[in-house]
């Protein structure tokens, strides 16, 4: 393939940080003490998110899943994905959240409600086991400083141009390793920090804008 797109899911595809609401609601005071420990750099994804994660009942599971239902899409996104879908390069959603919670948005996300899970070429997220008291965490991607090692998941998918969509400190890793990368929120205030170059949006319209002026001047509709 020539060209890939990696996006982050919770405060990327959709509209507020979904994942961390929930970690706050569910694991309040873990995550007070944690979530900042975690912007500020001074603790782990992989440590911080497996703490939060794991001092949550099971028994919480269902109003987990029920939590993210309400979860709005951020505009653009059914849009960004039709004009991929015509160029023929596949869209890879990577996040450092909870599986279950990316396909339940995504199953009733698209324009009408229709669902987006058929639409996304990989969904690749942290998965938990619920048989025991607490929850418990798994990663087929465990990196050494993030539950789901993004760069990992890029390595599955060779090509000559990866772009990546994101928007906080879980996609930093990727970020620096993309060819191109598309950074809004806390993202954007890490590159700046790094004097690492990036673009600035706000909905998907942006980026589908952004893409399109950089690739249809090409001649190319295909991807392979």
């Known amino acids: 393939m020539k060209r890939v797109v990696f996006c982050d899911f919770d405060g990327t595809i959709t509209a507020t940080e979904t994942f961390a609401g929930m970690l706050k609601d569910f694991a309040p005071e873990v995550s007070a003490r944690v979530i900042p420990e975690i912007y500020g750099m001074r603790l782990t994804l992989r440590e911080g998110v497996r703490q939060m994660l794991e001092s949550i009942p099971s028994s919480c599971y269902p109003e987990i899943i029920a939590y993210a239902q309400a979860a709005s899409i951020r505009p653009g996104f059914p849009e960004l994905l039709d004009f991929l879908d015509e160029l023929g390069i596949p869209l890879i959603v990577v996040s450092g959240g909870l599986r279950d919670m990316v396909e339940t948005v995504l199953s009733r996300g698209g324009k009408s409600g229709e669902s987006l899970l058929e639409r996304v070429a990989g969904i690749y997220a942290v998965d938990i086991d619920t048989s025991g008291e607490f929850l418990q965490v798994f990663s087929e991607f465990e990196g050494d400083t993030e539950l789901v090692s993004k760069v990992k998941v890029m390595a599955q998918y060779p090509a000559d141009e990866k772009i990546g969509i994101g928007d906080s400190v879980t996609d930093l890793n990727m970020a620096l390793s993309a060819s191109m990368i598309f950074a809004r929120d806390r993202l954007s205030q890490y590159l700046a920090q790094r004097h690492h170059p ?12 952004e893409l399109s002026r950089r690739w249809m001047g090409d001649g190319e509709t295909n991807n392979r």
């Open 198 to 209: 990036y673009i600035p949006w706000d909905d998907f319209f942006d980026i589908r804008q």
